[in-house]
């Protein structure tokens, strides 16, 4: 299976940061599989028209973070899923995604029921598991 990235040049979530985002997302929705390939560093920097040292950078957070793996002489694949954060860590990623999510969504003066219909909509749409 693959991914096809969009990426926003003059958005304010830098480039490697959406192709972070968009490979975590595509793993959490099932889109990607453990094992799944994802293109090489230069192929990918080739099709988005992107500096390959940004793809790096995003892969390299990735691997970091146990989403992906790099198997030498092979290429890159989705990795098997595993625990990479302690609880604290867990809970202080989430509040540092949240906080962005409630500024921005204040910023544009949304209230609270819509943000919590926008959440509830866009939990469904990726298909993210229930615990």
């Not at 390959?52 to 990795?79: C, K, M, W, Y």
């Not at 954060?85 to 003066?109: N, V």
Request: aromatic residues 4%; glycine residues 6%; charged residues 30%.
């Amino acid at each position: 299976m693959s991914i096809e990235f969009q990426i926003t040049p003059g958005s304010a979530t830098p480039i490697y940061q959406q192709v972070v985002d968009q490979v975590r997302l595509a793993v959490a929705a099932g889109e990607l599989k453990t094992g799944d390939p994802l293109p090489s560093v230069r192929t990918l920097a080739e099709q988005l028209v992107l500096n390959p040292n940004t793809v790096a950078r995003a892969f390299g957070e990735l691997v970091r973070d146990g989403v992906i793996e790099s198997r030498h002489g092979q290429g890159v694949f989705v990795a098997t899923k595993r625990r990479v954060f302690a609880d604290d860590e867990r809970d202080r990623r989430m509040s540092l995604a949240l906080d962005g999510l409630l500024s921005e969504a204040a910023a544009l003066d949304f209230s609270a029921a819509e943000v919590r219909a926008a959440v509830d909509r866009r939990l469904k749409e990726v298909g993210l598991r229930k615990r």
